[in-house]
């Protein structure tokens, strides 16, 4: 469990605002993150710019709103439900004008109650309630406090080290591939601009350069750049190794001491690779660029790879705190009209969900996926995306958010190209061909018009080998039930 004052910052983005307000006004997305967290057998998917316990936690608390008010109001219409059959019977066989107004005033008391009801939920959860999410009022203390929310439910996926993909793709819960580069150089060509006698190359490991980056990226200062060091394996491969899955029907661990880690590395063992993961929130988290750098060394040779993705906003149905219609006496009068006609269907929906409510949450039999998984050795824990990435748009929501993925991208492409030139520089290896590729790499990057996103290729040369990979956007989705 993590800290107040993370528990706090974790929700203190524009993502989190409109989904939690989401959940308040339309429950749309509260069920699908019960589902999509309910798989005791999946590794968990970095969730980039969302706490996804937090909306599942609020979405609880919601329930529990709705259950108290359900309870009280399920009694009450059974009552005028009850009282209303009987007067039935009586005007069946007394034929009485009494009887008869006695139940045309039951009838009116009802919808009555009910058009109230559906009134006072409306407003007080989309003019009451919802002005804690506008924009300009957003306080994650105030929604805590008003809630209360608690943290207790939170884990850190920030803290893991470790990364179980199940797709394709081992970069998974970053939105689209937008393209890369990679290039190789000869570790043994000496830098010929300086003295002849300095110039034997001195020997490095892969992760002296991977802590250069890590200086840059600090030394970059830009707010919401961040960058850690991941490793990725996938979900197939890890049910004989023991440091990540106990036993079988073990949840999988992904927060492993990194001594353990580097140990498939000593051992060559290709199924586990480690990446820098460099990563810039934009537009208040709304926006998520992603850098994965890879390097590894070959007897003589350097090899380095860059692979980019962008994590687009949060789809406008999602977002309907931002437009919801100001409170004036035209929606007050659209609302009374819209609560006297949904009276009816309202009550029995209240009815019907109270009823659900007392059933167990979890009726599931895992015994079958326990045997499943017990009988299939190749078993696949890993996870195929994110609850962010699934709920994202296709499209940018303004072009000025286009322009500024394109200005990210080459900012910290330059920085990533310089860091590197000059690690080498200071090992005396040779970075004239990188230098000679560096303005191709730059100027062929990420073209975005119109909202779409397109990557252009990049020709081979020789010698150090500059590639931009045109891979189309990766869309696969988890399924949330």
Same mark, same amino acid.
């Given at each position: 469990m993590q800290s107040r004052e993370s528990f706090l910052s974790s929700l203190n983005n524009d993502v989190m605002r409109v989904l939690l307000a989401d959940i308040l006004i339309n429950r749309n997305i509260g069920e699908s993150i019960k589902g999509y967290m309910n798989?005791?057998?999946?590794?968990?998917?970095?969730?980039?710019?969302?706490?996804?316990?937090?909306?599942?936690?609020?979405? +609880?608390?919601?329930?529990?709103? =709705?259950v108290k008010y359900q309870s009280t109001y399920t009694n009450l219409f059974l009552t005028l439900g009850v009282s209303f059959f009987c007067l039935a019977l009586l005007f069946f066989y007394l034929k009485s004008i009494f009887i008869g107004t006695l139940l045309i005033t039951l009838i009116f008391c009802g919808w009555g109650i009910a058009a109230n009801r559906y009134y006072m939920r409306i407003y007080e959860e989309r003019y009451i309630l919802g002005e804690l999410f506008k924009k300009n009022q957003y306080s994650p203390y105030e929604i805590v406090k008003t809630f209360d929310l608690r943290n207790t439910r939170y884990t850190n996926s920030a803290e893991h080290n470790l990364i179980i993909y199940g797709g394709g793709s081992p970069f998974i819960g970053v939105g689209n591939n937008i393209g890369g580069w990679s290039f190789v150089i000869d570790l043994n060509r000496p830098n010929e601009n300086i003295m002849a006698s300095l110039r034997e190359p001195i020997p490095f490991n892969r992760n002296e350069l991977y802590e250069a980056l890590h200086t840059m990226c600090k030394d970059l200062k830009i707010d919401g750049l961040l960058d850690k060091d991941y490793y990725f394996v996938d979900g197939k491969d890890i049910r004989e190794e023991k440091p990540i899955l106990p036993h079988a029907l073990s949840f999988p661990r992904q927060k492993i001491p990194v001594a353990i880690l580097e140990n498939y590395s000593v051992k060559s063992d290709a199924r586990v690779r480690k990446f820098k993961w460099?990563?810039?929130?934009?537009?208040?988290?709304?926006i998520v660029m992603s850098f994965f750098f890879y390097c590894d060394i070959k007897g003589n040779n350097l090899f380095v790879e860059a692979n980019r993705f962008v994590l687009l906003p949060v789809d406008q149905q999602y977002c309907q705190i931002d437009r919801l219609t100001p409170w004036n006496p035209r929606t007050k009068l659209n609302l009374i009209i819209t609560s006297i006609l949904r009276a009816p269907?309202?009550?029995?929906?209240?009815?019907?969900?109270n009823s659900g409510s007392v059933l167990p949450e979890n009726t599931f039999d895992f015994k079958i996926e326990q045997?499943? *998984?017990? =009988?299939?050795?190749?078993h696949n824990y890993?996870?195929?995306?994110?609850?962010?990435?699934?709920?994202?748009?296709? +499209?940018?929501?303004?072009?000025?958010?286009?322009? =500024?993925?394109?200005?990210?991208?080459?900012?910290?492409?330059?920085?990533i190209l310089n860091s590197i030139m000059d690690f080498l520089d200071q090992h005396n290896i040779d970075t004239s061909d990188i230098k000679e590729r560096q303005t191709t790499i730059?100027?062929?990057?990420?073209?975005?018009?119109?909202?779409? *996103?397109?990557? =252009?290729?990049?020709?081979?040369?020789t010698g150090a080998q500059a590639i931009v990979s045109n891979?189309?956007?990766?869309?696969?989705?988890?399924?949330?039930s």
């Open positions: 798989n005791l057998y999946q590794a968990e998917t970095p969730e980039v710019g969302i706490n996804l316990a937090a909306l599942l936690e609020f979405y +609880r608390v919601v329930e529990r709103r =709705d460099i990563h810039q929130h934009l537009w208040n988290s709304n269907l309202f009550a029995f929906e209240t009815m019907v969900a045997r499943a *998984i017990e =009988d299939n050795p190749k890993g996870s195929s995306g994110s609850f962010r990435e699934m709920i994202s748009a296709k +499209r940018f929501d303004n072009p000025f958010q286009a322009l =500024d993925v394109q200005m990210f991208t080459k900012l910290l492409e330059r920085r730059l100027n062929s990057g990420v073209m975005v018009q119109g909202g779409n *996103i397109t990557s =252009d290729s990049i020709a081979v040369g891979s189309p956007p990766s869309k696969e989705r988890n399924k949330t």
